[in-house]
């Protein structure tokens, strides 16, 4: 315990923003200069990442954000913002609950892929044939982690998840004007080349996929692709539950009520009931 | 339960999203089309309104967002999303640990302005003169609501927050340029003019009222208000989080170790324990 | 700022809980104490209340909590604990998941009709005749507040809730045996037989109703109501998302895929698109 | 898609509970006589296992989520309960505030706990002799997953957590008494002894450790041990944001406001400016 309560300023420190009575500075620059004068995307790279991008970066990011926005009321962050809403939740709430879904299935794909993309690419750095690191790495994951290869594979966009190939364009696009270099894509694009032809079918680079050739070309670290996939998507699940609350509705399940669940256990309801004293009860 | 299953389509309806296999539209607007072209801001307010802004309503709206991103790990968002990265949480579960936070009082308050506004608004176009539609509106709101003003005050940044009246510039040059015609600036300055009257020394306007003059301007509801405050601060929090994860920590608290809290209850540590044979213990 | 610290510790004071290194009191009772001697329901007690229950006054929060443990997969709160899950979300934040969304619809109800057993109970004792306490503020209640009267009425259990009639039961016996005085029982049946009459069919006592009963009777204030139902609750909600976590699943939406949901909007697919030329897109 | 609808039905099915109008089994037991019947200890096993405990096996569950239920406000979970409620959030909002944190760092020792005795059992069982399996285990886990053995050392509690020799002389009693076999309690003062004499000097077995061997006894899964101490200190999360409740405070950070937090980044203020210029801005 100090005199001085250093140590207590200290136990919350951070580089990202500074205070004074009628003062603020985010990473340096006053609030006042950077109202008005960067875009939302930008804002959100210079808090994330310390600087502010060119702007060329920013649009490619933007366009990653605006890709992942929603993808309608069957995922459960979408479904479960809106039951939140009919529950009594108020709109923070109901984000709250949604994102909290947006977890290493739902929301993690991003940054997994991110993560094997960079499995591929260090191999490559370090002398691998680019076809022979995708496939070594696609077993290494299969083998350590899942036999999902995260950001591939769609249950219903197929033969393509359209918003694939045109965060791809953007991304030959931003290479060729110098902006990124490209080897992001390339490897997602060996990876689709690769399960392709080991499932003798098109298994389509999904959102995720996508979005993580945009973030690793950027240089975003894998955790940020989450995080960042949970803005965009945060987008739609305002929408949604503020859809959802002019829709109203009281307490509203996930199925029509007149589809009851399955009973599976012992003892349904119309056949014999368990009897406590089978147990011990209490008294 | 009918035959179809039409009425399991249509236990989530939406104007939000349309799909079929390759095919997603937002809004109507094919994703492929919106990607690369709108900026985020934009397809926020697509998201949340069914329409595409003009580019100076996108500026406007824009502003507000960069505006609100952070406020510091002394806000109870922030620091809940640093102590769920310690506590293990995922960047997801940390922004939605600190989303939910910003309820009625820490969130709110924008949402509680919009009303504000429009009461005194409606007032006006009643026929109200603009001083007294505030005086009587402030007074209405302190006898049904709270003592609180919606907007107005702040703990710390006195005399002036800088967001406000950078905010607030913006929108004049918006009404200049015909982008909105200004009446909701007017009506907060004329809060402020009257608040500071009352108490006789300067009450900032704060970030909840400057942005809910441009949600109101912009013609975004009340609660979309909350909501858009949400997607804006979600940056800060998860910069913050992603700060975190960087420094370590585990199951960091609010305060040092060393400041135990204080004790208020009865029989304190160091006195005579209580005795549980002076209640009807269990057995 | 203080030399001593003691500002810091003040911080955050309660009479809850006091420590020192290898000594732990709850509410001044030793933990070593409490351990083996107390139900988990009398600890309940102690901790929300500070002081521990008789045994009696116990059980018959037992009962309650007992009672309210679950409804099954088709309340909001069970199955977004079920989605989370299949998000990857570890089992404490499915809990939370699912405890965010027992709010004033979901699981206010209890405290709401605290409430309203409350206005009744103040009307009698200032000399109101129990019929006309009754009539008056349930009018009041629906004048004030909405049509739904809390803790009456179910979409499902009719002509009757089954957990009702056994907790009134219990409520019974307990005022005989001087536990509990029985007057919220009176009123709650008050109701009913109000509820009845003017809708000319039976309007069951519902959970809430009941346990809020018990809760009044017991002393606990409105708003303990609601968290003892989530304690409750909570219960359900491990047991179901354990149960899917068994079962397993990957992103399980609200319903089965193949229903999708009905598009309501502007420009469906298979019609013509919408253009972004007739906006004033970005470029 | 069905015409009998028996898929939907399908999509949530459970071994937990049926209903009926009118009725409620759980388990196959039928919930009016369960109330009144059961204690709710008996009712949290027979959730989340299937069957009713004996008395016994209930009194040893009843110990543990007794232990646990608090450890004050300096936790990451008890602050962000307090926090959320000065924020306007409800109490079940603040109580699921706080289980969200209770993630693998801050409640998932419980469940680790289980696991790594889980490898020594099963060492001992192919044949080890007890130290020898000690010994290796707590190498593996350390190897493996983190220098943290789950469930021993403690921060404050120097040297013994008074919960812990409580807690164990229960589960020697009821290994004694035949309830138990009482050959977790064995393995987890063998990982104390090999970690006292590892460090030279008193290494704490600590709340996780102690109720995991309660759990291990009963034959509770190890994600079960996550569960159920999320339902025990779920109990001080409630008690904590109704006494901040009443407290009173509004947006309560984590430090008194006086102790700004410490800025470590660039351009602080009372320094030169960052400028925007420097950067590549928008416009």
Same mark, same amino acid.
């Given at each position: ?109 991003? #940054? ?73 894509? #390339? ?97």
């Amino acid at each position: 315990m100090s005199e001085t309560g250093k140590d207590v300023s200290d136990w919350w420190s951070t580089d990202i923003i500074d205070m004074a009575p009628g003062e603020i500075r985010m990473r340096g620059y006053p609030i006042d200069d950077l109202i008005g004068h960067v875009s939302f995307a930008q804002m959100i790279w210079l808090m994330t990442r310390g600087d502010l991008p060119t702007n060329d970066q920013a649009t490619l990011l933007e366009a990653a954000l605006v890709a992942a926005v929603d993808h309608g009321p069957q995922a459960p962050s979408i479904a479960a913002a809106r039951m939140a809403v009919t529950c009594g939740v108020n709109l923070n709430g109901a984000m709250a609950s949604a994102v909290n879904m947006l977890d290493d299935v739902h929301g993690g794909a991003g #940054e997994q892929a991110v993560e094997l993309y960079t499995w591929i690419d260090t191999a490559i750095l370090e002398g691998a044939a680019p076809d022979d690191a995708v496939a070594k790495m696609v077993d290494r994951w299969q083998a350590e982690r899942t036999a999902f290869i995260p950001g591939f594979g769609h249950r219903f966009h197929t033969p393509e998840d359209p918003r694939a190939p045109r965060l791809l364009a953007l991304v030959d696009e931003a290479a060729r004007a110098g902006t990124v270099n490209g080897r992001y894509a #390339e490897i997602a694009r060996g990876i689709q080349n690769t399960l392709n032809a080991r499932k003798g079918k098109p298994v389509p680079m999904n959102i995720d996929g996508a979005t993580a050739v945009i973030f690793s070309e950027l240089g975003f670290a894998g955790p940020l692709a989450r995080g960042l996939f949970c803005l965009s998507r945060s987008v739609g699940i305002l929408s949604h539950a503020w859809e959802q609350m002019n829709q109203g509705g009281r307490n509203k399940g996930p199925t029509p009520p007149a589809y009851k669940w399955t009973y599976t256990g012992p003892n349904p309801i119309g056949q014999k009931e368990r009897a406590l004293k089978e147990a011990e009860p209490k008294d």
